[in-house]
């Protein structure tokens, strides 16, 4: 059984003065579950995840990340956010990127295994090397880490691979899930790649265009590793993908 917190949103709006970006939201997250997040640029995909982190609050509604608000999960340091860009300091090895957590991020009784991170990334090579002397999926890597050293039971993860080329993509999507087998947290991911979520996902939110509404959600029953090219992965992308088109019909009709 997950140790990791589940994630309940009920009923929750947010409004930016006469724009409403979310309506209505009510999702669950299981313990340990990895929920992808998919719709329409301008959705509120990212609306979602920054309440969900603490950092904006809802006009309407609740969110509780394990009975406790996301606020006071932040506060405690047990909330871990990759965005679609690294944010590598430029002036700080690999290693000093992850041992910086440790200064700023510190949770108490939590510490840092840095040459295992270095390690479970495939990094260790690395580890003196700047951002700027590493690839685009090695800097995404390293912020993988750099997230993992948090310790965190609550990840949050805002297209991290957006600027990523389409092969580089790929071998991140494998890495990531040997990764999350290997750490007990409750993961959202938000993505515009339909067959990214497909391949990552336990389930799968589908958002309306703006104001974004929860249309489905879809359970993504298919063994890992998954084939892309298969019938069954093919038929949760249409499904998906038919979710997205009827929301849009549904706006414009």
């Given at each position: 059984m997950s140790s990791a917190p589940h994630i309940s949103m009920v009923g929750?709006?947010?409004?930016?003065?006469?724009?409403?970006?979310?309506?209505?939201?009510?999702?669950?997250?299981?313990?340990?579950?990895?929920?992808?997040?998919?719709?329409?640029?301008?959705?509120?995909?990212?609306?979602?995840?920054?309440?969900?982190?603490?950092?904006?609050?809802?006009?309407?509604?609740?969110?509780?990340?394990?009975?406790?608000?996301?606020?006071?999960?932040?506060?405690?340091?047990?909330?871990?956010?990759?965005?679609?860009?690294?944010?590598?300091?430029?002036?700080?090895?690999?290693?000093?990127?992850?041992?910086?957590?440790?200064?700023?991020?510190?949770?108490?009784?939590?510490?840092?295994?840095?040459?295992?991170l270095l390690e479970m990334t495939a990094l260790t090579e690395f580890a003196h090397a700047l951002p700027q002397a590493l690839s685009g999926g090695m800097q995404q890597r390293a912020a993988l880490a750099r997230t993992l050293a948090t310790g965190a039971s609550v990840w949050l993860m805002d297209e991290p691979f957006a600027a990523l080329d389409e092969i580089t993509r790929s071998k991140m999507v494998v890495e990531l899930l040997e990764l999350k087998d290997s750490v007990d947290a409750t993961t959202i991911w938000v993505t515009h790649h339909i067959s990214e979520a497909v391949r990552l996902a336990d389930r799968i939110a589908v958002l309306s265009p703006r104001p974004g509404h929860v249309v489905a959600e879809v359970k993504v029953n298919l063994p890992r590793p998954r084939d892309e090219t298969s019938m069954p992965f093919q038929q949760v992308i249409r499904e998906v993908r038919g979710h997205l088109l009827a929301a849009e019909d549904e706006l414009t009709g």
């Open positions: 929750v709006t947010r409004r930016y003065g006469s724009l409403t970006a979310l309506r209505d939201i009510n999702l669950n997250v299981d313990p340990g579950e990895f929920l992808a997040v998919v719709g329409a640029s301008g959705s509120g995909k990212s609306t979602l995840l920054r309440l969900m982190g603490g950092l904006e609050t809802p006009s309407q509604g609740a969110i509780e990340i394990g009975h406790r608000k996301p606020d006071e999960v932040r506060r405690a340091k047990e909330i871990g956010w990759t965005a679609q860009r690294p944010a590598l300091m430029p002036w700080r090895t690999v290693r000093q990127q992850i041992e910086l957590v440790e200064h700023i991020n510190h949770r108490a009784g939590h510490t840092v295994d840095v040459d295992g």
